[in-house]
Structure formats: structure tokens, C-alpha cells
């Protein structure tokens, strides 16, 4: 099996990915969008992209591709985030004055670099921005990431745990074709994204239908459709299954106030990769 993930060796989406298929080829990919697109060409069987941090929130871009996209969700698994502030040998964390990473991991470290003093840069990936950390060989310039991009790229970690939050979990989602062999997983979660009609208490509404069905909303968030000005669609996970003969009545019922509903996937909630091995 060939797995797509966005972002290079040391990266936590690399780590995420290394740790749900272990023993599998991965395929680095630049951005979010290159991983989901290598899964709906058929290069790859799956991908692994992250699609919330317990800090810092939802990662639109990926929400926007689910969406968007043909691709559905299999797995869900929580990833544990100790996020360190790197440099080159000979640096510290006073000699540093700029830092760099993804724009995630310098929210999640928004107050300790704040305290810090430090200038930050968004960079488009943790383990990305270390490599080139690594490559200036300046010891003004720091980068936030991982343990392993640590390890990987030969800096110094001049500060670990620097997020802000201690419970600092990203989750991350294997996406699979639709029907693909072996895409359909147990699971107890499904994850719905909708679009509601233009008419008076249309979301009101569709949430009560999914209550009155005996399904909890554990989650719902809005998103502005692309191209459309102010429009929106939802993203809500409910928990149960809704291949059931109740589940297909609850869908039937939302046909009535929601335009487009799309079922992105069903997966078993709680299910967690241990960082604490990468770190050591």
C-alpha cells in the first residue's frame, strides 16, 4: 500500500502516518490538497491529513476538501502534540529572535512566543520549517516541531512543551476511496456535512430532525462554501451509524430543509497514537 500524507520525514503528520501504517510505503506530499488528490487519481490507497487540534481548532483547508471532495473517512485517531522550540548548535532560546513553523503549531504556541518576544514566520509544514533551520545555520532563526525533526534535521531542542494547552491532540483521518477495498471500517461516529435551504429556522430544523432520530451532535461547525458569497455548509459528528434503517429515515427527513448532504464517513472514536515513543 502506497500512503499519501502532507509534509516531509518529522513532520506530525509524518509521525501520525508512520505510526496507523507501519511497514507501509508513504509518499511525502506538498500540501493538503496533493495528498487528497493522489487518493482520487488512484496513486494511492489512502492519506492521512489532520483535521483538528484540540487548541487551536479546525484545519479549514481540510475541512474545505471534504466537502468538496469524493474521498471518505475511515479512521479518526488522536495524535498527543509536544511541540519544541529548535535551533542550531550553539543557539539558545535567548540568542533566538524569529521563529518559523506551520501556522497551527505557532498558535498553539501563541503565548509562550508572545512572553518570548520572538517574530514569527508561517511556514507551510513543522518538519520543513526545521530542515530549514537547519540549512541557515543561523542562530537567531528557531523553528517549532517535533522531537524527530530534531533528531532528523541535527538541531538542538532549546525548549520542549511549549504549547500552550497540555492536552494538546491533533486529530488526524485516513481518507480512502469511496468503496474501496477494505475502505468500509466498524466504527460508532459519522462525520455529515450539509448545506440548508434558504428559508426561515432551516438549521433549527435540521438539527431537531437529527434529535428527533436519537442521534447527538457532538460537533457542529460552519464553513463559507467556496466561490459562493455567503453561503456556508456544516460539518457535524454524530454520534451512531446512520447505514441503519433509522439512519436512512433521519437522512430522508434532512432532504427536506438541507440542499446538499454528504456522509463523509463512519469511524470508532477514542482511537489514540502514543507520541510518547517518537519523543523518546
Not at 17 to 38: D, G, V
Not at 212 to 230: F, G, Q
Not at 243 to 255: A, F, H, I, N, P
Request: hydrophobic share 35%; net charge negative; proline share 2%.
Amino acid at each position: 500500500m502506497l500512503i499519501a500524507y502532507s509534509g516531509i520525514e518529522g513532520s506530525f503528520a509524518g509521525i501520525a502516518t508512520e505510526k496507523i501504517f507501519s511497514n507501509q510505503e508513504l509518499l511525502s506530499c506538498y500540501t493538503f490538497r496533493e495528498a487528497y488528490e493522489q487518493v482520487e487519481k488512484g496513486n494511492c490507497e489512502a492519506c492521512v491529513l489532520p483535521i483538528e487540534n484540540s487548541y487551536a481548532g479546525e484545519i479549514g483547508q481540510v475541512s474545505d476538501l471534504m466537502f468538496a471532495g469524493t474521498l471518505e473517512i475511515t479512521g479518526v485517531y488522536e495524535l498527543h502534540i509536544s511541540q519544541c522550540l529548535l535551533g542550531v548548535k550553539g543557539s539558545t532560546a535567548a540568542t533566538i529572535r524569529k521563529v518559523i513553523s506551520h501556522p497551527q503549531a505557532l498558535e498553539q504556541c501563541g503565548d509562550y512566543i508572545a512572553r518570548s518576544g520572538y517574530e514569527t514566520v508561517p511556514y507551510e509544514n513543522t518538519a520543513r520549517a526545521a530542515k530549514k533551520v537547519a540549512q541557515q545555520g543561523d542562530p537567531n532563526l528557531g523553528a517549532i516541531g517535533s522531537y524527530r525533526a530534531a533528531e532528523l534535521y541535527g538541531l538542538e531542542i532549546l525548549d520542549e512543551n511549549i504549547n500552550e494547552s497540555t492536552q494538546n491532540v491533533t486529530r488526524f483521518a485516513v481518507f480512502q476511496r469511496a468503496h474501496a477495498t477494505g475502505a468500509v471500517q466498524p466504527g460508532s461516529n459519522t462525520i455529515l456535512m450539509f448545506t440548508i435551504r434558504h428559508c426561515a429556522g432551516a438549521l433549527a430544523r435540521a438539527i431537531t430532525i437529527v434529535g428527533k432520530h436519537n442521534y447527538n451532535m457532538r460537533v457542529i461547525r460552519s464553513r463559507p462554501v467556496k466561490d459562493v458569497n455567503w453561503q456556508y455548509y456544516f460539518y457535524t459528528e454524530i454520534e451512531g451509524r446512520l447505514d441503519t434503517e433509522e439512519g436512512w429515515r433521519m437522512l430522508e427527513q434532512l432532504k427536506t430543509v438541507c440542499e446538499v448532504i454528504k456522509v463523509i464517513g463512519t469511524y470508532t472514536p477514542g482511537m489514540c497514537i502514543d507520541e510518547k515513543e517518537e519523543e523518546a
